[in-house]
């Protein structure tokens, strides 16, 4: 059962820990809970939790998470693809002038040649997909190198400033430490 903003509203004043308990329960409901096959009108609600269940508040809630835990990783796949759904331009042009110095993370990745704004958003779209199909490694694998790509081309271009190049390459490696600790079955 997905949870609305009412049921984590009602925790507001709650202890910390139940609520911080709330959030990694729903983490771990949508990434281990949603397994069907087949089922795509499941697939894309789970993706498009942000504009029909408020997933926002959630993400506020795993935003104090630790970079190794479940609930902390969901939150950085949710900065991620909302930064990108809110400038996909940008993306694709910090893409583009990455993947040239980083191409094998930029195959990795798997955007479309040449890298759109709209060639972004699918690449995002496909690889939030892969949570609830039960690929979630090669999703975090997938974002880290993303993630790799955009850092170097922030810092091919220079209008980035060298904070926001340094952190875009944080959360790429934060991404892939993830994805070596799921692969090993030590994320939670």
């Not at 902390?72 to 693809?81: A, D, S």
């Not at 400038?87 to 040449?114: S, W």
């Not at 199909?133 to 980035?160: C, S």
């Amino acid at each position: 059962m997905v949870r609305t903003d009412a049921f984590f509203e009602e925790m507001t004043g709650s202890d910390p820990a139940q609520v911080r308990e709330a959030g990694e329960l729903a983490a771990t409901m949508l990434v281990r809970g949603v397994r069907r096959e087949g089922d795509e009108v499941l697939i894309d609600r789970v993706v498009r939790l942000a504009e029909t269940e408020g997933l926002e508040v959630l993400a506020d809630i795993w935003s104090g998470s630790p970079s190794d835990s479940l609930a902390g990783t969901l939150w950085r796949l949710y900065l991620l693809t909302t930064w990108v759904k809110g400038n996909p331009r940008r993306v694709a042009e910090e893409f583009r002038a990455g993947r040239g110095t980083a191409q094998a993370a930029g195959v990795v990745a798997g955007v479309a040649d040449p890298p759109g704004p709209e060639q972004v958003l699918v690449m995002v779209d496909e690889v939030l997909h892969g949570i609830v199909r039960g690929d979630f490694v090669d999703v975090l694998h997938r974002t880290a190198a993303f993630a790799h790509v955009v850092a170097t081309g922030r810092a091919h271009l220079g209008h980035a400033s060298h904070d926001e190049t340094v952190r875009m390459l944080q959360l790429a490696e934060q991404l892939e430490a993830a994805s070596r600790l799921e692969s090993r079955g030590a994320l939670v």
